[in-house]
Nanobody
Framework: QVQLVESGGGLVQPGGSLRLSCSASGFTFSSVPMNWYRQAPGKEREMVARIGRFGSSRNYADSVKGRFTISRDNAKNTVYLQMNSLKPEDTATYYC?????????WGSGTLVTVSS
């Protein structure tokens, strides 16, 4: 079955960087776009970044443009989110997501806390 496993979250100071990873299995990874979402306490889940099947197409939420970079390695079945210049408002649980075989699939999330 489809599995998405996020890693790389943690506590970081404002202005710092983190790199999230999402390891995928159970489907043909290169056949689908991949997404990163986040959900802050008390807020709705929002899309952060999206990458096309081969990485040539990338889209970002306005709030992270210029600071976050999404990438993928189809040979490793992994999608990444490089987060730079982190702000306290980036604090959230970050989720890997894809829509495959008519089902929306989610990982269990990794917590990112930006605080001094």
């Amino acid at each position: 079955q489809v599995q998405l496993v996020e890693s790389g979250g943690g506590l970081v100071q404002p202005g710092g960087s983190l790199r999230l990873s999402c390891s995928a299995s159970g489907f043909t990874f290169s056949s689908v776009p991949m997404n990163w979402y986040r959900q802050a306490p008390g807020k709705e889940r929002e899309m952060v970044a999206r990458i096309g099947r081969f990485g040539s197409s990338r889209n970002y939420a306005d709030s992270v443009k210029g600071r976050f970079t999404i990438s993928r390695d189809n040979a490793k079945n992994t999608v990444y989110l490089q987060m730079n210049s982190l702000k306290p408002e980036d604090t959230a649980t970050y989720y890997c997501n894809t829509y495959y075989n008519t089902i929306n699939h989610w990982g269990s999330g990794t917590l990112v806390t930006v605080s001094s």
